[in-house]
């Protein structure tokens, strides 16, 4: 019987690394409830086991003995070192299957940044000429990005008036403006307006 994967809903303290004691420590309760498969002095068999759980998380081993203890490995014996190891990567393999999900949507979805400037160059004169004519340019293209696009004051003349317009008011108006471009656009092309040759 095998412990389902799932990620608990309050995460634990996973970043906090298992100290030496706390190794020791489960080794000693597992070493004291289950047999070993050969007679094996524990001194020669330590160093394994140490090197087994380098880098593991101080909750990751306790809940892989509690999941031990539960018969996750299927049998009655001590686990080997890398059945021991193994049973940790499987007890944190959701939340690093969480972290490969957010780097992998925050690579998809985040909003491209904008370049920065880089500091100017010190001891190459030429460098510091180039990076000022970049400099320049740059502050000119932020300059006519902030003064943004021409207004039309013709549209934006009258905007409290316009602000107390009714909804019929406003189509009038649009459909007059209408009228008045397509008026513009049939004299620019030579037809009289309100005449058409179709």
């Given at each position: 019987m095998t412990t389902p994967k799932?990620?608990?809903?309050?995460?634990?303290?996973?970043?906090?690394?298992?100290?030496?004691?706390?190794?020791?420590?489960?080794?000693?309760?597992?070493?004291?409830?289950?047999?070993?498969?050969?007679?094996?002095?524990f001194r020669l068999m330590k160093p394994a086991y140490m090197?087994?759980?380098?880098?593991?998380?101080?909750?990751?081993?306790?809940?892989?003995?509690?999941?031990?203890n539960?018969?996750?490995l299927g049998?009655?014996?001590?686990?080997?070192?890398?059945?021991?190891?193994?049973?940790?990567?499987?007890?944190?393999?959701?939340?690093?299957?969480?972290?490969?999900?957010?780097?992998?949507?925050?690579?998809?979805?985040?909003?491209?940044?904008?370049?920065?400037?880089?500091?100017?160059?010190a001891g190459d004169p030429e460098a510091v000429a180039k990076w000022r004519a970049r400099r320049a340019v740059e502050r000119a293209e932020a300059a006519a990005k902030s003064a943004g696009a021409p207004v039309d004051r013709a549209l934006y003349a009258d905007k409290d008036q316009r602000a107390q317009r009714t909804p019929a008011d406003a189509v009038t108006d649009f459909m007059s403006r209408q009228d008045r471009r397509h008026d513009a656009l049939r004299s620019e092309s030579g037809t009289e307006a309100g005449h058409d040759d179709g």
């Open positions: 799932t990620t608990p809903a309050v995460r634990p303290d996973i970043s906090r690394a298992a100290t030496d004691t706390e190794k020791l420590t489960v080794l000693t309760r597992l070493l004291a409830v289950y047999p070993c498969r050969a007679p094996s002095d090197q087994a759980l380098e880098d593991v998380g101080s909750w990751a081993l306790m809940e892989a003995e509690r999941r031990i539960q018969n996750s049998h009655p014996f001590l686990p080997t070192p890398a059945e021991l190891r193994a049973e940790i990567d499987r007890v944190m393999e959701p939340f690093r299957e969480r972290e490969r999900r957010a780097a992998q949507e925050r690579r998809l979805y985040q909003w491209p940044e904008e370049p920065r400037a880089l500091p100017a160059p």
